[in-house]
């Protein structure tokens, strides 16, 4: 059956943009939301499998490693196939995985089933929908981002008491079985994904814009241009490596480069808090249910930093300052991290999990957000791809790193004192990036030369093209 797809001139900011915020919103909530409960089955896995927290760490790390490494593999279904398949395709492997860790026996087995199953599920599905999102918004890109990204802290607000109670119920295994069965509904999500052609944003952009300083005529840029017009298309050898050297030509810009850097860092960062905070509590002497209470309000706080940081990004005043935003936000959610340690009860944990949530909600939506605005939104997919790609290694040594200085140390002060410099070492590295970056263009500025010619710069990424007065009105 053929895809139905609808053609706009520019993104429509609404319509069935909205239907897409919905599915993306489910999306997160059944791989982030969910990646983030297996938290809670940490201390149920140490005790049954009788095994120390590193082993036991393992299981999350691979899990999110999966999920971001196997990220570009989400976006090349996207783009050479269609959404709506690898989303479908991503919530049946994710399922699957989920149903058949119920049965496990050992460490192992989980690594194998709710690790690589689950997490490559994942994977298909998370990249796809939050670019699909970025292809039907842009006036209203951050809100429309802030809205869909939410899923995963309201999910996990709702899921964190919910799995506590179903692992209380059922044991570990029936709570494993459930939520196979709430992950399935992806393939929902998935058909809710109507593709939409954006006249205009395929590889004739690119190629009309980087070719157009080569020494090749233009009509052969036109024909070549002509048969790459979308990823779908069926093209020769030649044009098809041609297609793909346009479709990650972003790798080589410089911001995107630093951008790529400073993710390293923050993924390291973000992800140790979210593991141990659970076991942490339960270490000072809080409750099951209000350790499990802690991960819930911080989950609707991340809903809170994902909607008002979003539609705060979107206003006038704020708009051109996205990524000084995005590095304050990410920065203060560090410095949070370097005061877990002196929390010791449940009552001065809670402004821990408010502030936390709040901050990682707000640099959580503006992630697509900024790296669309580096490299475009017609190469958003594809970058976002490489974006949770960068996450996948981070994401995989530092939980059991955290654990291991646990166990080395008897206390949790140097993971999450590690987990903090992290994440302020992003904020710093994107910040004297910025101010690198203002001091050039004002140098730049200074050696523009003023003649009676009339010159215009154009920017292109970090190509600067002088125009003339040879050039006419309309071509400018």
């Known amino acids: ?67 971001m490494l196997c990220a570009p593999l989400g976006s090349y279904v996207s783009n050479h196939v269609s959404c709506q ?112 052609k954006v006249k205009g944003a395929d590889f004739t952009h690119y190629t009309l814009k980087q070719e157009k300083t080569s020494e090749e005529p233009k009509r052969a840029i036109t024909k070549e241009s002509s048969t790459c017009t979308s990823l779908s298309q069926d093209c020769s050898h030649k044009n098809l490596c041609y297609c793909s050297q346009q479709e990650y030509n972003f790798l080589l810009k410089p911001d995107f480069i630093i951008l790529a850097i400073s993710f390293l860092f923050l993924a390291y960062g973000c992800s140790p808090p979210f593991v141990y905070l659970v076991p942490y509590a339960l270490s000072v002497g809080v409750s099951s249910q209000e350790a499990a209470f802690l991960m819930s309000i911080l989950g609707v706080i991340d809903i809170v930093g994902n909607i008002t940081f979003g539609w705060l990004t979107d206003r006038r005043y704020l708009k051109k300052h996205r990524y000084s935003c995005y590095l304050i936000a990410v920065g203060l959610d560090g410095l949070c991290c370097l005061f877990l340690p002196i929390l010791q009860c449940f ?31 017609s190469n958003l997919s594809s970058a976002l791809g490489v974006v949770f790609f960068l996450h996948a290694v981070p994401y995989l040594i530092s939980p059991p790193i955290s654990g291991w200085l646990v166990d080395t140390t008897g206390d949790y002060t140097a993971a999450f004192l590690l987990s903090g410099f992290s994440m302020i070492l992003c904020s710093v590295l994107l910040a004297i990036t910025k101010v690198i970056q203002r001091f050039k263009n004002k140098q730049l500025k200074l050696t523009v030369p003023t003649t009676d010619t009339r010159q215009e710069i154009w920017t292109n990424g970090d190509v600067a093209c002088p125009a003339t007065e040879d050039v006419s009105h309309r071509e400018v």
């Open 1 to 67: 059956m053929a895809e139905k797809k609808i053609s706009h001139s520019a993104a429509p900011d609404g319509g069935w943009g909205w239907m897409i915020v919905i599915g993306c919103f489910f999306v997160t909530v059944c791989t982030r939301a969910v990646t983030r409960c297996i938290s809670i089955f940490f201390v149920e896995f140490q005790l049954y499998f009788g095994q120390d927290y590193s082993r036991t760490a393992w299981i999350h790390s691979i899990v999110d490693c999966s999920t």
């Open 85 to 196: 398949m690898g989303i479908i395709l991503g919530g049946l492997l994710s399922a699957t995985g989920l149903i058949l860790s119920s049965f496990a026996t050992s460490l192992e087995y989980l690594y194998l089933t709710l690790g690589v199953l689950t997490g490559v599920g994942f994977a298909l599905c998370y990249s796809p929908a939050i670019a699909m999102v970025g292809k039907y918004f842009e006036k209203r890109k951050a809100l429309a981002y802030g809205i869909a990204m939410s899923g995963s802290g309201i999910g996990t607000f709702i899921l964190a008491p919910v799995v506590q109670l179903l692992i209380e119920q059922f044991s570990w295994r029936g709570a494993l079985l459930i939520l196979g069965g709430f992950v399935s509904n992806l393939c929902v999500c998935g058909a809710l994904m109507r593709p939409l």
């Open 347 to 377: 009552q001065l944990l809670v402004p821990f999990s408010v502030t936390f949530g709040y901050f990682d909600g707000a640099y959580v939506a503006l992630i697509p957000v900024v790296t669309g605005d580096v490299v475009g939104a």
